[in-house]
């Protein structure tokens, strides 16, 4: 039961153009949102969060949408860096004890 | 300010042998957290642990893994018997009380042969 999705397992964009991930999610009660990166052979690092009293957080390149009607998220990196390539992960929880990972999409940023 | 510990970084067993996998929290983190990523898949919750307690076991495979977080040392992901499809990428998180902000670990990558 795949609570949190992430249709696209890849995404190519060239340097200094915008990245935007997306991810949706089935589970109502899930409150608490944030997306974590990912590089080979390293151990998710947090990115941002957005709790769900809010549409919209900002952090520098990365801001974080959130449309609770339509139970989407997305996350905008602009403009993207060549290090930027990475897996992010989307995740989200109701009670802090457990998150439910998305599988993950492959962003390369093209120089 | 060391991060999470996790160790050993790669593990090889043998079917029928037992894993177990180590993790060290962050300084003043007293939850931790264990999660697994199979090949293709994102990350999924096996257990919520705090000092000496389990919280949530609900990922937990029912026979063969078990988990402790003792008053003193680190947490042991423990894994009986292992079989082919134990064979992942071991992910473990901390957090202080209340926290949403979780901290990962670089993982432990078992391949049972």
């Known amino acids: 039961d795949q609570q949190v999705k992430q249709n696209s397992p890849s995404l190519s964009v060239q340097e200094g153009r915008i990245s935007i991930l997306n991810c949706d999610y089935t589970?109502?009660?899930?409150?608490?949102f944030l997306w974590y990166k990912k590089y080979p052979a390293e151990g998710p690092t947090f990115l941002i969060s957005?709790?769900?009293?809010?549409d919209k957080n900002e952090d520098g390149r990365f801001t974080v949408f959130l449309n609770k009607s339509a139970k989407h998220l997305s996350l905008h990196i602009v403009p993207s860096q060549p290090g930027d390539s990475a897996v992010y992960f989307c995740a989200s929880t109701n009670t802090g004890n457990q998150f439910y990972f998305g599988t993950g999409t492959s962003l390369t940023v093209i120089p | 300010n060391a991060g999470v510990m996790q160790n050993p970084r790669h593990l090889v067993r043998r079917r029928g042998q037992e894993a177990r996998l180590r993790c060290s929290p962050m300084?003043?983190?007293?939850?931790v957290y264990w999660y697994r990523q199979l090949p293709e898949e994102g990350l999924k919750f096996m257990v919520y642990?705090?000092?000496?307690?389990?919280?949530?076991e609900s990922g937990m495979p029912k026979e063969r893994f078990s988990a402790e977080f003792p008053k003193e040392g680190p947490s042991i992901l423990r894994i009986q018997q292992v079989v082919r499809g134990d064979s992942a990428a071991y992910f473990c998180a901390s957090s202080r009380e209340g926290n949403y902000g979780y901290t990962f670990g670089s993982g432990t990558r078992l391949t049972v042969v």
């Open positions: 957005i709790s769900s009293i809010k």
């Open positions: 642990l705090q000092k000496e307690n389990i919280i949530d």
């Open positions: 589970n109502s009660m899930f409150d608490y």
């Open positions: 300084k003043g983190h007293s939850h």
